[in-house]
């Protein structure tokens, strides 16, 4: 019994060892799970930690978001808001809770929104419309609304829905509408002809005024012509435009060449002046059209080409004027060219004939010089006005010999031709250049010297013809004042008779009182011939006939004399005659003689607007006008002499 004891006991000793081994271990297995337990406890404070950190990241990000969120019940009930939506409606997030969004819908609006939500909860997939939102405000703004259905914990169906501001972008839309519109608008009424192409250069379009320029209608087959295959536009500037954004350049351009191509619908034809751009608009990256403006600058062209045709061209002739001469002959003053003559050419009586018959007549003398002087030329010679009644002529590789033969020509023109029954006179002289030493301008010179000398003896007797041609042009214009001169002159004659001067002086009068109203020949015809009382205006241009009468007798040597009496011969005695007033004794004798016998033929001839007096009136009209009108002297003399009659 003892031994079974003893046995227990110590089995129980052994039992009781093992035990606390196994405690032991246990211990150190609570310790290590307790030091777990604690870490796991840590951990889990740090991810809750980071939790409620990316929660509250995730509430200001939502809060903050630069778009609008909302959840919306079925009824359409708002039952939460971030933020911005709330900013974005103008009231607080707590204010929005169970508010309808409908009441924030622009009225005019409505509808688009009611359809929006009804699609939404009826198809339960994301739907989106634009629409018009009134804030609390009463401000207009425009958002986009993107919407998903989705189902609550309890299978209830709910919306999210996130509103987005695009009022910037409408406004930039409405803005970009309206810039289209008036592109639009400027593109089709613009007065400059628009074509625009796509990238391959294929026509989309033209307005109204490309129609109009090519006269034509727009096919609908046009879009396959091809800015490249245009022939008006060269292959240097269709390399250009591929490598630049804008060509600009004038051509010739010929519309028949692009009908046959059926560019246009048209039976226009023929050529004409452009001006065109051609600029490459870049879409993006990968696009772009061409847009193609054509200007008709066919006038353009046409005024500059005028113009620069007037700045080296005489206005009345045609031929060079002086700038271009002054040019010219030092380009062709050069060795190549010698001998190298400059020829000048004076047309004798212009201003006779300017005096005479009106600068009209003046100017188609001009013209007709102008014309024989290059008929007379050669292809090479250069033919100037200079101004006036002076021409030059330069004549390269021209000798003395060759000049004259030139000029011979000219003279043998000009004898076959007349202008208002005037022969043609052109004095001419010239001068060669043989080494190149000499100055060009000094032969300008001589050959000036020299027909300046020509002048002098070839223009008087000119002159002189020419006084005789007005004399009988006049008398074949008004018959009348042929009688009514050679009436004048014979009584003149008479008088100068009665006062004894010696006959060189009664002839030398009897000429004058022939030619004292030569100066009619500048007056209107239809003046001279009016058969009612002249106006002030008209009997100031008829005055002007003793002025011009002077003007073409004192042109000639042989009537320079005469010219002053013709001249005087409307004068009075008191100082208020015509044209200078002057009084007694300082008008020429012949002036006063011719006066008398003018007057006295007037009274005693039919008149247009005045009747005829008897020679008893006539003679006591005189003497109430001796001592005012007339020479008392003289009018004494010639009354006493009618009265013995």
Not at 227 to 233: E, M
Request: hydrophobic fraction near 35%; glycine fraction near 4%; aromatic fraction near 8%.
């Amino acid at each position: 019994m003892q031994g079974k004891t003893k046995q227990k006991l110590s089995h129980n000793t052994e039992s009781k060892v093992v035990s606390a081994e196994e405690l032991n271990r246990v211990v150190s297995d609570l310790r290590i799970h307790q030091i777990e337990l604690e870490m796991q406890n840590e951990e889990l404070k740090r991810m809750q930690l980071v939790l409620d950190i990316s929660r509250a990241r995730y509430f200001d990000i939502y809060d903050l978001a630069p778009v609008g969120y909302l959840i919306l019940t079925e009824k359409g009930l708002i039952s939460e808001a971030n933020l911005t939506a709330a900013n974005m409606l103008g009231l607080s997030r707590g204010t929005l809770n169970e508010k309808r969004l409908s009441s924030f819908i622009f009225k005019e609006d409505q509808d688009i929104y009611y359809g929006f939500l009804k699609r939404v909860f009826l198809n339960q997939q994301n739907q989106d419309c634009e629409l018009r939102m009134v804030k609390n405000d009463d401000t207009l703004f425009w958002v986009h609304l993107e919407a998903t259905m989705v189902l609550d914990e309890y299978q209830k169906p709910f919306c999210r829905i996130v509103l987005n501001d695009i009022t910037a972008r409408r406004t930039i839309e409405v803005e970009l509408r309206k810039k289209e519109e008036e592109f639009q608008a400027i593109f089709k009424q613009s007065p400059i002809a628009i074509e625009i192409y796509d990238a391959y250069g294929g026509l989309l379009y033209v307005n109204e005024s490309c129609l109009k320029l090519f006269g034509a209608k727009f096919k609908d087959q046009t879009a396959s012509f091809n800015l490249f295959d245009d022939p008006n536009i060269s292959n240097h500037v269709k390399t250009k435009l591929l490598l630049e954004n804008e060509v600009r350049f004038e051509t010739l351009y010929d519309f028949d060449k692009v009908t046959r191509l059926g560019l246009y619908d048209t039976s226009f034809s023929g050529t004409k002046n452009m001006d065109i751009s051609i600029k490459k608009l870049i879409e993006d990256d990968s696009t772009y059209r061409y847009v193609v403006q054509i200007l008709d600058i066919t006038d353009q062209k046409k005024a500059q080409e005028h113009m620069h045709f007037l700045s080296y061209h005489d206005q009345l002739t045609d031929l060079y004027n002086r700038r271009f001469f002054e040019e010219e002959m030092q380009r062709l003053d050069t060795e190549r060219n010698l001998p190298l003559t400059i020829a000048m050419g004076d047309v004798n009586g212009l201003k006779l004939v300017n005096d005479s018959f009106g600068h009209d007549v003046g100017d188609q003398l001009l013209k007709k010089v102008a014309d024989i002087i290059k008929m007379g030329c050669r292809a090479d010679d250069i033919v100037a006005r200079l101004g006036g009644d002076e021409f030059v002529i330069i004549l390269p590789n021209t000798d003395k010999n060759e000049t004259e033969r030139v000029i011979s020509r000219i003279q043998n023109l000009a004898a076959k031709e007349k202008v208002e029954s005037l022969d043609i006179s052109i004095s001419f002289g010239f001068e060669t250049k043989i080494k190149k030493k000499q100055n060009i301008l000094d032969t300008f010179k001589e050959a000036e010297d020299h027909m300046y000398r020509h002048k002098l003896y070839e223009s008087s007797s000119m002159r002189s013809n020419m006084i005789d041609v007005i004399m009988h042009t006049l008398y074949e214009k008004n018959p009348r004042e042929m009688q009514h001169s050679k009436r004048v002159s014979e009584v003149s004659q008479t008088i100068a008779a009665l006062l004894r001067l010696d006959k060189d002086e009664v002839s030398q009068i009897g000429i004058a009182g022939l030619m004292h109203d030569i100066g009619k020949i500048g007056i209107d015809e239809k003046l001279l011939n009016s058969a009612k009382k002249l106006n002030t205006d008209e009997w100031k241009e008829i005055k002007r006939h003793s002025e011009i009468g002077y003007r073409i007798l004192s042109s000639a040597n042989e009537f320079s004399e005469i010219a002053l009496f013709v001249l005087d011969h409307h004068e009075r005695w008191d100082g208020k005659g015509y044209p200078k007033g002057l009084k007694g004794d300082a008008i020429s004798l012949p002036g006063r003689i011719i006066a008398i016998a003018d007057a006295f033929d007037a009274m005693t001839s039919e008149r247009t607007y005045k009747n005829m007096l008897s020679l008893s009136e006539c003679l006591d009209e005189m003497r109430s006008c001796s001592g005012t009108q007339f020479d008392p002297a003289i009018a004494k003399v010639f009354i006493e002499s009618l009265s013995i009659q």
